[in-house]
Every structure is written in structure tokens, then in C-alpha cells.
């Protein structure tokens, strides 16, 4: 979510992050705003990058959207895509 969608929606980020440390649980925020198309495309090819940096150290990652407006979903398509070279389904 981008820093708008945090205080448009009410969502407690803060809380959630203190929620994540105490678990041990690393959390990345990335946002991706998708309100104009070339930031879009420009942020999920970005996120896709992030994402395959962290999957080349063997990390475990949960790939997630708060506002629920599919970016999780669009971001982990971005990236297999481009870095796994999977074809249209």
C-alpha cells in the first residue's frame, strides 16, 4: 500500500510492524501505486526486482496487498514473467 492507501484506509502499519519484529518476521513494504499506468509499470517491474533479489538469498516471502486491490497478485505475476520467463496461461 502506498503511504495515501495507509491514511485513507486507517490501516495500522505501525501495529502491524511492531506485530512482525516481535515475531522475528522481517517486514518490506513496497509500495506500488497504481493510479497511473506508467507508475504502475514502472513499480511493479521494480517490485519484481525486489522480490527475485530476495528469492536468489533463499528467503521465504508472503507477497501481500492490504487494500486488496490485487498489486500481491500483480507483482509476483510481474516476476514470474520476467524472471522465470513463464508464458501467458
Request: contains cysteine; positive net charge.
Amino acid at each position: 500500500m502506498t503511504v495515501n492507501d495507509y491514511r485513507q484506509r486507517g490501516f495500522p502499519w505501525r501495529k502491524m510492524e511492531k506485530y512482525y519484529q516481535e515475531r522475528n518476521i522481517k517486514s518490506v513494504r513496497f509500495p506500488v501505486n497504481d493510479l497511473k499506468e506508467e507508475e504502475l509499470q514502472s513499480n511493479l517491474f521494480f517490485a519484481a526486482q525486489h522480490l527475485n533479489s530476495m528469492l536468489c538469498q533463499n528467503l521465504n516471502v508472503y507477497v501481500d496487498c492490504a487494500s486488496g486491490t490485487s498489486r500481491a497478485s500483480a507483482v509476483v505475476i510481474a516476476y514470474l514473467s520476467l524472471f522465470k520467463k513463464l508464458k501467458c496461461w
